[in-house]
Every structure is written in C-alpha cells, then in structure tokens.
C-alpha cells in the first residue's frame, strides 16, 4: 500500500504514521528524517540541504525529490510505505507523480487528517518534552495543577517547551501549510485518492479511523469518514446531489427498452451524469438532462412500441 498521509503541522501525521508502520509493516517515510540523515551522512543531496538551512534557507524541491526519489528506491518500499510531510506542495505532488508513473507504481491513497486549527495551536502549544529522553507530552493530557513530569525514569529533568512550539511560531506554520500545502487536498480529492478522517479525537480513535479509512474499497470522490461538522455538510450535500443524479440515472435505465439502437442517443446523458460530478452546476444540468432524457425516453418508447 502507498500512501500519502496529509494534515496541518500538530495534526498528529507523524504519530499516526509511526502506528502505520506497526499495523502494516511499511517503512514511514518522513521528509524531515531523510533530510536530518542526508546531512549526517553528507551525501551530495545531504550537503546541498545542510548548506540551504545553514544560510535559514527552505531545502529546493529539487533536494527534496532527489532524496525522495533515492528513498523510493530502496527495496523495503516494494511492499509500499507511508509518506509523512512529502509531498508539501503541488510542484512535489506532481514531480512525486512522474516519478511513480515511471516506475509504474501509482499512490494507493492518500488520507487528510483534519483538525480544527484552534485545537492545533492548543496542541502545539501544550507540547512539552524530556530534554533526556526527547518523549514528548502534552500539558492538557495532565490533571489540573499537577505538574507533569516523564515517565520514563525518576532521574528525568522537569519537561521544557520547545522554541518553536509556541502560539505565534505555529500560526506562522499553519499560514505556510494553508497556503502551499492545502492545495493538495482537492488535487488529490480530483484524482479520487483522497480520504479524510478527523483527528479531533484520542489517538487510537483517530488510529482506527485512518485504518477503517485505508480499507475501504475505493476511495471515490465524495466520500468521508467523520470529517469535521463544516465538511461533513458540505460533503453531504455533495453525496445527495451525486445520489441523486445517480437515482434518476437509474430510474431512465430502468425505463429504457430494450432495443439496443434506441439506447443510443440516452446513453450520453447517462455518462454524463454519472461522470461530471465536479460542479453543482454539471450535477444540476445532468440531473435536467437525465430527467428530460427520461421524458424522451417514455416517449419514444411509446413512439417506438411495435
Ligand atoms: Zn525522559
């Protein structure tokens, strides 16, 4: 299975990928860990990344996808992995695209984990780490006034914050993720991978979710597992509209006789309504045409009675 996980920074991807690989034994593959190795092994793409971040430069797209394009090419990815935090913009999107077509190896799927950005920034901003161990908590996660401390042995320093992990460092984050990376989600919605989960919820919830949405047979357009209330109704919609140009689409095949000729000129509409299901404009035309084919169908069926 290849998959792409999407989801703003704080959005839990990283951890969800980490259960991934345990679930499924694929290898996570996450950008920021390929990049941090690259620069530790000083490989060419490694130094060319060092010397971008040296100077607090982005790592180029070009870096990126030659370290990703190295990576696809171990043999652990046979079987599949998961991408955590590449692609991050169309341009990746689509040059990750060629370079899957060329091996011809297509992405399975591709999961968006949405969570509302005011719990986001309380997330981030709860986060806090053992400057021994790296494990990290959340001061939300803990009783009121008690004083959270790692679990992972007595001897363990009192937790500390992160320089980044503050209110104004992750709105900038999720300014840049809203605007290079959302973009994704209806590139990958056009194409029918995606799939989206909420993460509004416990880990292992969310974890169920995001498995419960991986083995849904196909992922089609409109479909959503618990998304958040604003997208749950707008998908809604969508789905009674799609059902709705399906339903009439049905009820003409069932008033189709079934003399094969006739059926010609009916069958257009028919694709086309089923097909076009980007717009509500299509949707409302296809649903006219589906139902005035219908009309024309009686008709001439009547026409057409021998
Ligand atoms: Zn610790």
Redesign the pocket.
């Known amino acids: 299975m290849r998959i792409v996980l999407l989801g703003a920074p704080g959005s839990g991807k990283g951890t969800q990928a980490q259960r991934l690989v345990e679930r499924f034994g694929l290898p996570q593959i996450s950008t920021g860990d390929l990049l941090r190795s690259a620069v530790a092994r000083g490989t060419a793409y490694g130094l060319q990344a060092k010397a971008a971040m040296d100077a607090g430069r982005l790592v180029s797209d070009d870096v990126v996808l030659g370290i990703i394009h190295d990576r696809l090419a171990e043999t652990d990815t046979m079987r599949g992995y998961v991408l955590d935090g590449f692609p991050r913009n169309l341009v990746q999107a689509r040059a990750l695209a060629a370079m899957l077509r060329q091996i011809g190896k297509p992405l399975d799927a591709v999961v968006l984990i949405e969570v509302p950005y005011s719990v986001i920034v309380k997330r981030i901003a709860g986060r806090r780490s ?1 400057p ?2 790296a ?1 990290v908590y959340n001061i939300h996660d803990a009783a009121p006034g008690a004083t959270l401390r ?1 679990r ?2 007595a001897d ?1 320093p009192p937790l500390i914050q992160r320089p980044d992990d503050n209110e104004a460092t992750v709105s900038k984050r999720l300014e840049v993720y809203e605007k290079s990376t959302r973009p994704l989600v209806d590139h990958y919605a056009g194409q029918g991978l995606l799939r989206r989960i909420d993460g509004d919820a416990p880990t292992d919830v969310v974890t169920q979710r995001l498995v419960g949405a991986l083995l849904q047979p196909a992922p089609g357009r409109g479909k959503v597992q618990k998304a958040k209330p604003k997208a749950k109704a707008k998908t809604k919609a969508k789905t009674k509209a799609k059902t709705k140009v399906k339903s009439k689409a049905k009820v003409k095949t069932k008033a189709k006789p079934k003399k094969k000729p006739a059926t010609k000129s009916r069958a257009k509409p028919k694709k086309k309504a089923k097909v076009s299901v980007k717009s509500q404009r299509t949707k409302k035309k296809a649903a006219s045409r589906a139902s005035s084919g219908r009309k024309d169908a009686t008709g001439r069926g009547r026409r057409a009675r021998r």
């Open positions: 053992c021994k161990c494990a790692c992972n042995g363990h």
